[in-house]
């Protein structure tokens, strides 16, 4: 009879071991996946969105216009964001974030298929403002499925690979557009968006969580409108302050518009019932430092992609694919540094991490303005490298701070927020960018020069660095729940927490 007993508690032990490895395979799998399959998503949107920029000349002759005439057609997305944006969190509580994504998904291949069948200059804007809409709903909404669906403890991982796809696709963008604009037509640009979509509407209907629909208040209508005017009105004045075809009295009357129906939303976000942005989110510390300080850097990082095609083709004398090949290295940069990103968090800890990493990656775009065409190419591919690392490890800190101290019934509220101050600070970015390369221009009345844009790649460095200011008056215990930075954890006891839901 003891040697039964024996047997039986042996025979429990081994259930219950199997069971936890059960349990930690099944987190881990899910923990990798669902990011994965976000990722596919927003690396389609964030590549399109500046794929197209490099074939802006081609697309042009077909459709019986200018290039500088076509830019309306990146203003259109822009805008098409910026009013959707808002709505994201509550359309997710409203019909399911996965139900949401999957619509957001197929919004965006439908735009995509439009702009491939466009002939004329209004049918491609109308075209790019419905991948805008689908695009809006993609990005806010798929970092609330990852946030819902993931354990605090594993968020850092778990944002590292949705990070990516920000950091990737505006630099790999201009390389691709102009491959398959040189060797096929700008319709497969577009067209090529179609199987990718319907790929990832698959994988998400296999493998997202389900997400219930909840009882959601009424649309604030008034504050759709607001916002709205206020986003698409900062966004677009800023696109076309400095554009030729367009008066400068424009691009500064829509600002104008839009700070002030900025300021009117405030007024009415303090009486409504269920404001459309819960700007009371901003009186946690934790929060404010991430979404403020996290805009001041992205401003630098916003004109990057931007500042650099242009110095190596006006300045060094590359081709447009030669160009984008050298950025490309920033991508590699990017991927390579999610394998560590967790582990960094978890020993230094959120602010030491944030405060250093927006120094040092300020210091790297700086150096961008250091480049020559005497400078050693090997010598600019390692900068740029290390420069991938370290904004793509401050990108994933700062986008999982965001929700270090935010209740699981407030994330809808906090991504629409993140990801409305995200899309203004990248917009903001290339306007500074653009403003200082004129305003440098016409000091010395000629035409751009390399000396233009290492001035304006030392300003955009300056304006990221001041994101330290945010970041230093944070906690040292800030956001310790997410990092696990302060307690005795390791790789291993981070994968035996509970699976997602539970």
């Not at 296999?206 to 409108?225: A, K, M, N, Y």
């Not at 394998?339 to 040092?360: D, E, K, P, Q």
């Not at 300020?362 to 420069?387: C, E, K, N, R």
Request: with cysteine; hydrophobic share 55%; aromatic share 10%.
């Amino acid at each position: 009879m003891r040697h039964t007993g024996e047997g039986m508690v042996t025979a429990r032990l081994k259930a219950a071991m199997h069971r936890r490895r059960s349990i930690q395979v099944r987190t881990r799998f899910v923990n990798r996946t669902i990011p994965l399959i976000l990722a596919v998503a927003l690396f389609m949107e964030n590549m399109d969105s500046t794929v197209i920029a490099t074939s802006l000349p081609a697309i042009a002759v077909d459709i019986h216009t200018s290039p500088i005439a076509l830019k309306l057609a990146l203003t259109a997305y822009l805008v098409s964001l910026a009013i959707f944006i808002p709505i994201s969190g509550w359309m997710a509580d409203r019909f399911g974030a996965k139900t949401v994504f999957r619509a957001a998904i197929a919004v965006f291949i439908g735009g995509s298929i439009a702009c491939a069948l466009s002939g004329s200059l209004p049918a491609f804007v109308v075209s790019r403002f419905l991948q805008g809409i689908g695009g809006a709903m993609m990005t806010p909404v798929g970092r609330l499925v990852l946030v819902r669906a993931t354990p605090k403890s594993e968020l850092v991982a778990a944002m590292s690979w949705l990070t990516v796809p920000a950091l990737v696709g505006p630099l790999v963008g201009p390389p691709v557009g102009g491959f398959i604009t040189t060797y096929f037509t700008w319709h497969w640009i577009f067209l090529i968006n179609v199987p990718i979509g319907v790929v990832g509407i698959w994988l998400a209907t296999r493998f997202l969580p389900e997400t219930e629909p909840s009882q959601t208040p009424p649309l604030d209508f008034i504050g759709f409108v607001l916002s709205g005017l206020a986003a698409s009105g900062v966004v677009f004045g800023l696109s076309v302050v400095s554009l030729p075809y367009l008066p400068p009295i424009v691009g500064v009357t829509t600002v104008a518009v839009g700070l002030l129906s900025g300021a009117l939303y405030l007024m009415h976000a303090r009486h409504a019932k269920n404001p459309l942005l819960a700007l009371e989110l901003f009186r946690n510390q934790v929060f404010r430092s991430s979404v403020l300080g996290g805009s001041l850097f992205r401003i630098g990082i916003g004109a990057v992609p931007f500042l650099l095609p242009l110095m190596f083709q006006i300045g060094f004398g590359l081709t447009p694919f030669q160009s984008g090949m050298i950025t490309f290295v920033s991508a590699i940069g990017a991927i390579g540094m999610k394998f560590v990103t967790a582990m960094i968090f978890r020993v230094a800890g959120f602010r030491r991490v944030l405060v250093v990493g927006s120094l040092v990656a300020a210091a790297s775009i700086a150096i961008y303005g250091l480049f020559t065409p005497d400078t050693p190419y090997l010598l600019m591919l390692a900068m740029l490298l290390v420069g991938g690392f370290i904004r793509s490890m401050f990108f994933t800190g700062v986008n999982a701070l965001a929700y270090a101290e935010v209740s699981a019934e407030d994330t809808s509220k906090a991504t629409p927020i993140t990801a409305v101050f995200q899309q203004l600070s990248v917009a903001l970015g290339v306007a500074l960018a653009g403003g200082i390369l004129e305003v440098s221009t016409s000091i010395h009345g000629g035409s751009l020069s390399l000396d233009d844009f290492h001035i304006a790649f030392f300003i955009v460095a300056a304006v990221s660095a001041a994101a330290s200011l945010s970041f230093i008056r944070l906690a040292p215990d800030a956001g310790n729940a997410v990092s696990g930075h302060g307690r005795l954890t390791t790789p291993k006891t981070l994968e035996t927490v509970s699976p997602p839901g539970n």
